[in-house]
């Protein structure tokens, strides 16, 4: 994987991983209430088990390897190269598909806001360090 730099992508992961969770931390308790329609008193907020937390670390993993391939073969340059990719890569794969999820499953607006939110904030931070040490 030529052109691809293991250690920023490793740091953005776990940096993804860490404002992700802050994002879920800040919005929890208002996605729960949405999910159960309202009642945040009959959702449990607890922690996510270790086994989640770990699957979700592999798919930010993933995300941020493939975040550095498309880096690497547009010859993205620098930051703000980056930073375009995130924002284009954002509106053209989590802005579509949760769109569809609120048009055509009806999820409600709100949540799959909340979710775009987190994936933005995903984005830009992987965009940040992987732009910064290509």
Known sequence: ?????VFAVLVSTVVAFVV????YAVFGARRAALLAG????????????????LVELVRTT??????????????VGGVGGALVLALVSW??????????SVLWDGVPWRLAVIHGGDWL??????????????
């Open 1 to 5: 994987m030529a052109g691809i730099n």
């Open 38 to 53: 309202g009642e945040v008193s009959e959702v449990d907020l607890t922690r996510p088990a270790p086994g989640k937390m």
């Open 20 to 23: 992700s969770s802050t994002w």
């Open 62 to 75: 993933v995300l941020a390897l493939v975040f550095a391939v498309f880096v690497a073969q547009f010859a």
């Open 121 to 134: 904030l995903k984005l830009l931070a992987l965009a940040l360090i992987i732009g910064a040490w290509r």
């Open 91 to 100: 509106v053209a794969f989590p802005g579509v598909l949760l769109s569809g």
